[in-house]
Nanobody
Framework: QVQLVESGGGSVQAGGSLRPSCVVSGLSNSAFDMAWFRQAPGREREGVAAMTYYGSTFYADSVKGRFTISQDNAQNLLYLQMNTLKPEDTAIYYC?????????????????????WGQGTQVIVSS
């Protein structure tokens, strides 16, 4: 069955970097349309970055220019390079796949229309 497992979160000072990753199983020979989401205490889950199987990327305005999503399809791995981290980036970060939204709308890639989700990895940015 499809399974996603995140790792690589941690604690870092403001301005630092982290690169969580997500390993996907159960999607051999399937297209990868993947995304990262985050949820901070007291806030709703929000889309951070998304990437299609063909390499198109989408970013939330709050992270554009600081975060970079990438994936290694051969190894079923998804990454989120996070640079110049801010305290407001503190959250649980989740990876997701199985996009079932409107592929013609880029904004949909950062919405909830994913069938499979990981358990999350915590990122804490201190000031």
């Amino acid at each position: 069955q499809v399974q996603l497992v995140e790792s690589g979160g941690g604690s870092v000072q403001a301005g630092g970097s982290l690169r969580p990753s997500c390993v996907v199983s159960g999607l051999s020979n399937s297209a990868f349309d993947m995304a990262w989401f985050r949820q901070a205490p007291g806030r709703e889950r929000e889309g951070v970055a998304a990437m299609t199987y063909y390499g198109s990327t989408f970013y939330a305005d709050s992270v554009k220019g600081r975060f970079t999503i990438s994936q290694d399809n051969a190894q079923n791995l998804l990454y989120l390079q996070m640079n110049t981290l801010k305290p407001e980036d503190t959250a649980i970060y989740y990876c997701a796949t199985g996009f079932r939204g409107d592929a013609a709308r880029g904004g949909a890639r950062l919405g909830p229309a994913y069938a499979y989700w990981g358990q999350g990895t915590q990122v804490i940015v201190s000031s």
